[in-house]
Structure formats: C-alpha cells, structure tokens
C-alpha cells in the first residue's frame, strides 16, 4: 500500500519559515513527480512546487524565490522549504506523487502564517 506522510507543518510569524517533510512508503518516489499542492479555506487547490524524477523543478509564481522542492531519494522523502512566510499561504498543504496512471495524496498539514 501505498503511504504519504506529511509532517512540519505549523503555525508561524509573517517572514519565518517552515520546512515541510513527505515520506514516501509503496513508491519508489524517485521515479515519481513528486509535488507540493496546497488549499485554503473557500480557495481551489493549487500546485505550489513540483519536482520530477530528473530533478526538474517548477513553482508557483506566488512562491518562487522563496520556497524550495527538494528530494532525498535515499530517504524516499521529498520536502518544501518555506522561506519570507506570508498570511497567504496560510493553507493546509498537500504532498502529491504521480507517474502516468498513478496518482496518490497525502493527508495534508496545516500551515498557518499570522501577521
């Protein structure tokens, strides 16, 4: 079975940071697109940072420059470094894995950004 374990999250001051953590289980993840997708509340879920299994990146307009996508494939576990944190990206933050038909979700963190 396949596992996405999300963790990291957490309430922090505008301009802190957070580093968030997916751990993969049943996947070999590095063959995987692995992403960052986060909702807020009465928002539409949205692609913030995607990482291929060449190691492409891709992000989000709103966060470029200052959240990273990285993977330690040894660990099967991909993360997000939130860095200069606003109060719009307060949301609850999904880890995402998919390669053709596959397609899996973790539960979600909360990040909550306070002024």
């Known amino acids: 079975q396949v596992q996405l374990v999300e963790s990291g999250g957490g309430l922090v001051q505008s301009g802190g940071s957070l580093r968030l953590s997916c751990a993969a289980s049943?996947?070999?993840?590095?063959?995987?697109?692995m992403g960052w997708y986060r909702q807020a509340p009465g928002k539409q879920r949205e692609l913030v940072a995607a990482?291929?299994?060449?190691?492409?990146?891709n992000y989000a307009d709103s966060v470029k420059g200052r959240f990273t996508i990285s993977r330690d494939n040894a660990k099967n576990t991909v993360y997000l470094q939130m860095n200069s944190l606003k109060p719009e990206d307060t949301a609850v933050y999904y880890c995402?894995?998919?390669?053709?038909?596959?397609?899996?979700w973790g539960q979600g963190t909360q990040v909550i950004v306070s002024l």
């Open positions: 990482i291929t299994s060449t190691d492409s990146t």
């Open positions: 049943g996947i070999i993840s590095s063959i995987y697109t």
């Open positions: 995402n894995a998919r390669r053709n038909f596959p397609n899996y």
